[in-house]
């Protein structure tokens, strides 16, 4: 592509080139000629007219004398040609008594024309062939034309001129089409190399290189495209890393509980003798575990479909305190194993227009986290205001608390604080990351203060429209 491109701008300047060459030659040789003509033209005609009237009427001699005389004050040769088209004078004393084989000279004997020219190409006096001009004249005598007068004058300088500038305009000429062509393959060269370039990261790419990253210089368009390419690649990257993190914490959730349930039923297999009240236990078990891989598989689903965008709001009508009190009064049994107290405080009901399940799942993970987290005998408050526009929901508790170092990571997906302590409790790390995904869809914001060992508040605020 790029090579018939480069031929078909070559052939252009070429061609351009020799259009102008050859034009500037014929230019400059037809006004040179068009100099020599007008000269010879007049000339002759001035000859003729002054020789004509003596033609017969002298004496040979006389008459000769008198053409020679003409011939060097002219610088020509003169022949003096009969009406039969011979040559009865020639001032180099050659062809007298020969006929002429000049057509322009008939043109005059036939008397189509006064006068006439021609140039023609004759064999000079050292053998060499010479260009010379012919102009030719009607001599009239007592009103009859009784011959023509022929001035033979060399061109050859001027011809030796016209060929020397063609040839010098050809040299460069051709000088001329080599730099260009140098400058085209380079000019070529530096605008497909970036081009070159991105493509070859793009097909990197495709094939799953997100590493590569390409180079063009400048600030150019090209290293504008460079730069968006390079900063897609690491988002690609970035994706492509947080795409195979996700999948491999969430093989390593469902793979655990599903170990568990592995070795309690393999040892209810093998133990013929098992007590019923161990296997009611064991049983039991693994009916936790299936209830956590479900609560896993739940949660991963949802946010499977919040990044698809599947996951849409059905918004309704809704008093959000109802939804807060029925999301605690869920949790109620589980605050009471653990005599923890939960104190409900509603300053206004919040009506407002959103999705009342989401919502209920959002207040339901916050306060199962502040049960979970929170010891024996702690207190849970969850109170919930208007503040202009917005419903703000509190959610806090007299739990361990979270480190300040963790804090900006409670959200992300599978974050647990304390790895082992979250496993007793049976958390995933899901669950604040799927909280902060429903408000953000709800244009609100979550945000958790903490201090280890004495508490921690989420604080989740929800415009009501
Ligand atoms: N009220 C709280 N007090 C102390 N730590 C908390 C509190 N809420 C959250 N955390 C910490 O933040 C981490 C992330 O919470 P998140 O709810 O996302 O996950 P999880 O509770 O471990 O699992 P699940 O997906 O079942 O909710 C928890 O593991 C816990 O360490
Ligand atoms: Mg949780």
Redesign the pocket.
């Known amino acids: 592509m790029r090579t018939r491109i480069l031929v078909a701008f070559l052939l252009v300047i070429g061609l351009s080139f020799y259009l102008v060459t050859v034009t500037t030659i014929h230019l400059v040789g037809d006004s040179l000629f068009e100099d020599t003509v007008q000269s010879g033209m007049s000339g002759v005609a001035e000859l003729s007219a002054a020789l004509g009237e003596r033609v017969g009427a002298e004496p040979a001699d006389a008459f000769y004398q008198r053409l020679l005389e003409a011939a060097r004050t002219s610088g020509g040769r003169l022949l003096i040609v009969d009406m039969d088209g011979k040559v009865q004078a020639d001032t180099f004393d050659a062809h007298c008594g020969t006929r002429v084989a000049l057509s322009e000279v008939y043109t005059l004997l036939r008397g189509e024309q006064e006068s006439d020219y021609g140039f023609h190409r004759v064999l000079g006096s050292a053998q060499e062939e010479t260009w010379v001009g012919c102009f030719a004249s009607a001599l009239v005598s007592g009103g009859a034309r009784v011959g023509a007068l022929v001035m033979i004058v060399s061109v050859q300088d001027t011809v030796d001129s016209l060929t020397f500038m063609r040839d010098q305009m050809m040299v460069i000429f051709g000088i001329t089409l080599a730099a260009v062509l140098v400058m085209a393959v380079l000019i070529s060269r530096i605008i497909t190399k970036p081009v070159a370039e991105l493509s070859d990261g793009i097909e990197r790419m495709s094939k799953g290189d997100y590493q590569h990253r390409v180079h063009v210089p400048g600030k150019g368009e090209m290293a504008q495209l460079a730069a968006a390419f390079n900063q897609m690649s690491e988002q690609v990257m970035s994706l492509d890393e947080a795409r195979n993190q996700f999948v491999s914490n969430a093989s390593h959730e469902l793979k655990t509980p599903l170990a568990t349930i592995k070795i309690l039923v393999e040892s209810m297999i093998y133990e013929d003798e098992m007590p019923a009240a161990l296997r009611k236990e064991f049983l039991g078990d693994i009916d936790k575990e299936v209830d956590r891989l479900s609560?896993?598989v739940g949660?991963l689903l949802t946010l499977v479909h919040i990044d698809s965008h599947k996951l849409r709001l059905h918004r309704e009508k809704m008093i959000f305190a109802d939804t807060v009190r029925e999301s605690v009064r869920r949790l109620q049994p589980l605050a009471d194993k653990h005599a923890q107290t939960i104190t409900v405080d509603i300053a206004d009901p919040c009506e407002m227009f959103a999705d009342p399940g989401k919502l209920s799942q959002v207040c339901y993970?916050?306060v199962?986290?502040?049960v979970?987290?929170?010891p024996e005998g702690g207190s849970i408050t969850v109170s919930l205001h208007r503040m202009g526009r917005d419903a703000v929901l509190e959610?806090s508790?007299t739990?361990?608390?979270?480190p300040q170092e963790?804090l900006a990571?409670?959200?992300?997906?599978?974050?647990?604080?304390?790895?082992a302590?979250?496993r007793d409790?049976?958390?995933?790390?899901?669950?604040?990351?799927?909280?902060q995904q429903i408000v953000r869809l709800h244009a609100g914001s979550v945000t958790?203060q903490?201090q280890q060992g004495k508490?921690?508040t989420?604080t989740v605020q929800l415009p009501v429209k």
């Open positions: 609560s896993v949660d993970n916050i199962e986290n502040a979970k987290y929170t959610i508790d739990g361990v608390g979270i963790d990571h409670v959200f992300d997906r599978f974050y647990r604080v304390d790895r302590r979250s409790t049976g958390g995933t790390g899901l669950g604040l990351s799927i909280v958790v903490s508490g921690t989420f």
